[in-house]
């Protein structure tokens, strides 16, 4: 596996990486294409904002670094969109604001906070009240905004919820929530866009990457083909994380092909 589809920066508030500093790692790991994908996460609850993308800078800096390699990798300029119910518009005006190759839409945000904070979850018993809240708000996100080209870590939820080690069948949502999850992924499907497997799960010590294999075979059940890998890697060493684990991990859920995109448009890789 050879093409990273999902890496932060210090363009992303939660990175401190030089760009040049992955592409390198990137090099030495023989790695054929990446994509940069820092965040954008326009009302983000925090205050200031750690993930306002300021592309122009983005572009500026990395445009150089994409020319200096080009004969060593292909380097390809992406967007992580952080999608809410209610700002499609300004997430629209973004997106066709800037030449971005691949735009991943993730969401990252349920009932104006991110589960990634131990005390949004509180009492285990309003967990399951939670997920459902946020699988919701995905459905309102991707009905309001399609301008995007996969799903980013379709269970992101997961890696956040502090009784999954309690209660591991809530590792696979699918068999929780199969009415809501459908839903995503056939409107995902209906839209012609993607999802990822993002191997960040993982390297969050989860057993699985996200999303839970049975969500990758179902989204294929259901006809869908579009799916690219990422490592969601913050640091040089977290590229191409478990990458040895996906072409066989892809084709156990049906898939022959992998993508990847540049200027929006997706290229087949075979398996």
């Not at 500093?21 to 965040?39: N, P, R, Y």
């Not at 960040?200 to 259901?222: A, F, Q, T």
Request: aromatic share 12%.
């Amino acid at each position: 596996m050879k093409h990273d589809y999902h890496i932060h920066t210090y363009f992303s508030g939660d990175s401190e990486t030089h760009p040049e500093d992955t592409i390198k790692q990137a090099i030495s790991l023989g790695l054929k294409t990446i994509c940069f994908t820092d965040h954008h996460d326009i009302d983000y609850p925090e205050e200031p904002n750690p993930f306002t993308l300021d592309a122009e800078r983005y572009f500026k800096e990395l445009l150089p670094l994409k020319n200096k390699y080009s004969e060593q990798i292909d380097i390809r300029i992406g967007v992580e969109l952080g999608i809410q119910p209610d700002i499609s518009h300004k997430l629209n005006e973004f997106s066709n604001a800037y030449p971005f190759d691949f735009i991943i839409g993730s969401t990252h945000v349920v009932e104006h906070t991110d589960p990634y904070y131990t005390e949004v979850w509180g009492d285990e018993v309003n967990h399951s009240r939670i997920i459902e809240a946020y699988l919701t708000e995905t459905i309102e996100s991707i009905n309001n905004f399609n301008n995007f080209d996969v799903m980013g870590h379709l269970d992101y939820i997961i890696r956040y919820c502090p009784s999954k080690d309690k209660h591991p069948e809530i590792l696979d949502l699918y068999t929780l929530y199969p009415e809501l999850l459908d839903k995503i992924l056939i409107t995902l499907i209906e839209n012609g866009k993607g999802i990822e497997l993002n191997t960040g799960g993982l390297k969050n010590n989860l057993p699985n990457p996200n999303p839970h294999p049975r969500l990758l075979s179902r989204y294929r059940e259901l006809g869908g083909e579009i799916i690219t890998c990422g490592s969601d890697g913050h640091k040089p060493e977290h590229i191409a994380y478990s990458f040895n684990t996906v072409p066989e991990l892809l084709q156990s859920c049906g898939f022959k092909y992998m993508t990847i995109f540049k200027n929006r448009k997706p290229e087949w890789i075979k398996l």
